[in-house]
């Protein structure tokens, strides 16, 4: 039902094989920069012993740990792995966590810029696994706002980059990268270079409103980000999208259901909403952690390219 379902969708919106092939062979034409917060997802695999003798909690044995880049980082490189050109700016501590995300952009060849703050380390989030089970997270980070120093330095790349982008992604998790002195600068080039902007908000452990940002091409919250945004647990999910639509003034609007799916608003040339539910294909998917970022990486780069 479900690959009926998202067939008859494609169907609705004339999306063709062909018409996605000939896009596809477009993404090596666009250049896009990501900005927002690093993060380093460290996962621990560890086997179960049992329960302590001295507390009620489970006690394990670590056997490996492997380091993956996360956050706005891992948008770049999906990016970048789908062939279009990609630039990263963000804020990274002063520590060895740092030199691991630059070390891995280089490998992919993500054009980087990292702004060490001596203030804060490099966001990690250490999970511990046990047989594909999470147990639990641990995470080391700083929620307060950058410098202005910082934010200078922030402005004055993106000065120099917003002539020659396509479009500028922001990938904010709300660890202090994304001010509201950065956002104005951006909504100003904006205006001038005509770029395209893409925005997601992720709320996890830590509470941001989707809202605050206006006028962007593409805006992809989540139903739960949606709702903490506009304060509202009651009204439809219809209703719940057209307001956030409203508010913003964003052209498009993806509204993420997780292993449901998607749902797809764009506006017409006479300013109405077009919109279109595309279900997920996989009926029970095995873990959809980082799903918003590959999506927020393909609808940009997509986009982008035309």
């Given at each position: 039902?479900?690959?009926?379902?998202?067939?008859?969708?494609?169907?609705?919106?004339?999306?063709?094989?062909?018409?996605?092939?000939?896009?596809?062979?477009?993404?090596?034409?666009?250049?896009?920069?990501?900005?927002?917060?690093?993060?380093?997802?460290?996962?621990?695999?560890?086997?179960?012993?049992?329960?302590?003798?001295?507390?009620?909690?489970?006690?394990?044995?670590?056997?490996?740990?492997?380091?993956?880049?996360?956050?706005?980082?891992?948008?770049?490189?999906?990016?970048?792995?789908?062939?279009?050109?990609?630039?990263?700016?963000?804020?990274?501590?002063?520590?060895?966590?740092?030199?691991?995300?630059?070390?891995?952009?280089d490998?992919?060849?993500?054009?980087?810029?990292?702004?060490?703050?001596?203030?804060?380390?490099?966001?990690?989030?250490?999970?511990y696994v046990v047989e594909n089970q999470k147990l639990f997270r641990v995470s080391r980070l700083?929620?307060?706002?950058?410098?202005?120093?910082?934010?200078?330095?922030?402005?004055?790349?993106?000065?120099?980059?917003?002539?020659?982008?396509?479009?500028?992604?922001?990938?904010?998790?709300?660890?202090?990268?994304?001010?509201?002195?950065?956002?104005?600068?951006?909504?100003?080039?904006?205006?001038?270079?005509k770029f395209k902007l893409f925005g997601d908000i992720q709320c996890s452990s830590q509470i941001g409103f989707v809202t605050k940002f206006r006028n962007f091409t593409l805006l992809c919250p989540n139903e739960r980000e949606a709702r903490i945004a506009m304060q509202d647990n009651e009204i439809g999910l219809e209703l719940l999208s057209q307001n956030i639509l409203t508010i913003t003034n964003s052209e498009r609007l993806i509204m993420k259901l997780g292993s449901e799916g998607f749902l797809a608003y764009d506006r017409k040339s006479d300013n109405s909403l077009l919109s279109q539910p595309f279900p997920a294909l996989s009926a029970n998917p095995l873990d959809v952690t980082g799903a918003g970022d590959s999506l927020l990486a393909v609808m940009a780069t997509g986009i982008s390219s035309g």
């Open positions: 039902k479900k690959i009926r379902d998202f067939q008859n969708a494609c169907k609705r919106q004339s999306i063709s094989l062909q018409f996605l092939d000939e896009s596809i062979k477009k993404w090596n034409q666009s250049e896009l920069l990501v900005l927002g917060d690093t993060i380093i997802d460290q996962y621990s695999a560890c086997e179960a012993l049992g329960l302590s003798a001295e507390a009620p909690v489970v006690v394990v044995k670590e056997l490996e740990q492997k380091n993956f880049i996360g956050g706005a980082a891992i948008v770049a490189s999906h990016i970048k792995s789908l062939g279009a050109k990609c630039n990263f700016i963000s804020v990274v501590g002063k520590d060895n966590n740092s030199n691991i995300v630059k070390q891995e952009l490998k992919l060849g993500i054009n980087s810029y990292l702004i060490e703050d001596e203030s804060r380390p490099t966001t990690l989030k250490k999970r700083e929620e307060k706002l950058v410098s202005n120093d910082i934010e200078d330095k922030i402005i004055e790349l993106l000065e120099n980059f917003a002539p020659k982008i396509n479009g500028i992604v922001i990938s904010d998790f709300v660890y202090g990268v994304i001010t509201e002195k950065i956002l104005n600068k951006i909504y100003k080039l904006k205006k001038i270079y």
